[in-house]
């Protein structure tokens, strides 16, 4: 509807529950280990700093030899 609400996309703005805030929270994504083949990263709420979740990625092929 309104493009100007879009500009940002690239903002994964990424929810969570949090028990300590106990409510939904934006989080905050960190990189927590480089892995042999991806990544794994922490979800960190924004509010507390509460350990959410975590999430890996797995590497692309062709994207593996960079470090
Ligand atoms: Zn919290």
Redo the contacts with the bound molecule.
């Keep these: 509807m309104n493009e100007a609400n879009y500009q940002y996309k690239d903002f994964v703005a990424t929810r969570l529950y949090?028990a300590?805030?106990r409510a939904s929270?934006p989080v905050v994504e960190r990189l927590l280990l480089v892995l042999p083949d991806g990544y794994l990263y922490e979800y960190l709420?924004q509010?507390?700093?509460?350990v959410l979740g975590d999430r890996k990625v797995s590497l692309k092929a062709g994207d593996q030899q960079l470090f």
């Design positions: 949090c300590k805030c929270m709420c509010e507390c700093g509460e």
